[in-house]
């Protein structure tokens, strides 16, 4: 198999585990969100511990890694999640999370600065029709209703997506940084979470069911995601990867479904339409011309 091809399928393999946010997020109970982070994603940290154990590299080694490397990875992981509550915070929760959806389109612009990268039309208009489906699932296919008393929150809804869609594309600038460093990454999330749950929040002690959604987001959305995107988008397909993202709202959406969480609806028909073509169109070119191998961009450091 390409090694480019296999990249991006493991790249995809992180929206099936993202599309488990939302059902694991709900089992959480009352959790607060910052308390959420500090809790689950101290998992992928240990994910890292236990490869570095296991190749005999200890603790220090493995953190030694350039300061620009540090900032891209706080930048992203952390950076995110703060501006994404920050927007749930001071907005309506359909616009930020609808305007928090442009992430994937952005990705698939972003990477056309990449060396050797080329927007064609269809790889932007596959990552439309998914932001159309996306809109769908989010507003359930009603109107939206922007108000400028709600602008803090739009606007930190725009600066998580950027964040996350630069985060993802300048990644591919550092391919020679091993994909376990993300558990450092992970770490110090953790670690800046844990200090804005203690300033913002107040504690909930979790259930034991609840500790166990928290412990499976840990390992697969917010733990082993991070470690297959950071590969898929260093060595995959990065703007398939990016129109695919749009596939994790309507997994999520029919996992609450499954789950009597939700209840389906034309809806979630329509916008499966949009995403599932849209990714049929982005991807066209990449499925006919597997054989192409991935020149490497990244091995800055």
């Known amino acids: 198999m390409d090694s480019q091809f296999r990249a991006t399928l ?24 910052f308390q959420l982070i500090a809790l689950s994603f101290p998992v992928g940290f240990f994910i890292s511990l236990g490869l570095w154990l296991r190749r005999g ?19 992203g992981l952390f950076g995110y999640h703060f501006f994404y509550f920050l927007a749930l915070k001071n907005s309506p929760a359909v616009e930020a999370n609808l305007i928090n959806y442009l ?6 612009v972003f990477a056309t600065f990449l060396p050797g990268e080329r927007l064609r039309w269809f790889h932007l208009a596959g990552a439309g029709a998914g932001f159309i489906g996306a809109a769908l699932l989010v507003t359930k296919g009603q109107s939206l209703n922007f108000e400028p008393a709600y602008t803090l929150g739009y606007v930190s809804a725009v600066v998580c997506a950027v964040i996350w869609a630069s985060y993802s594309v300048l990644s591919r600038l550092f391919g020679a940084i091993p994909t376990d ?17 203690l300033l ?22 917010v733990g082993a995601a991070f470690f297959t995107w950071d590969h898929g988008v260093k060595r995959g397909n990065i703007k398939v990867l990016g129109a695919f993202a749009y596939a994790a709202p309507l997994l999520s ?12 609806s034309w809806v979630i028909a329509a916008a499966c339409l949009f995403i599932v073509g849209g990714a049929a169109l982005a991807a066209g070119d990449f499925v ?13 450091v």
Do not use: N
């Not at 790249?11 to 997020?25: E, K, P, V, Y």
């Not at 992430?103 to 698939?108: F, K, T």
């Not at 959406?253 to 389906?264: D, E, N």
């Open 181 to 197: 460093s993300v558990g450092g990454f992970c770490g110090a999330t953790a670690l800046l979470a844990l200090v804005c749950h």
């Open 288 to 300: 006919k011309r597997r054989p192409r191998k991935i020149s490497k961009v990244g091995d800055m």
């Open 10 to 33: 493991i790249g995809a393999s992180t929206i099936l585990m993202w599309s488990t946010l939302a059902l694991f997020t709900a089992l959480s109970g009352q959790v607060p969100p």
């Open 253 to 264: 959406t029919l996992l609450l479904v499954l789950f009597g969480l939700a209840q389906p």
């Open 57 to 75: 590299e200890g603790l220090v080694k493995p953190l030694k890694l350039p300061g620009r490397v540090w900032a891209l990875g706080i930048y």
């Open 200 to 221: 913002f929040e107040q504690w909930v002690w979790p259930s034991g069911l609840e500790w166990l959604a928290i412990g499976l987001m840990g390992l697969g959305p």
């Open 103 to 108: 992430w994937p389109l952005l990705i698939v």
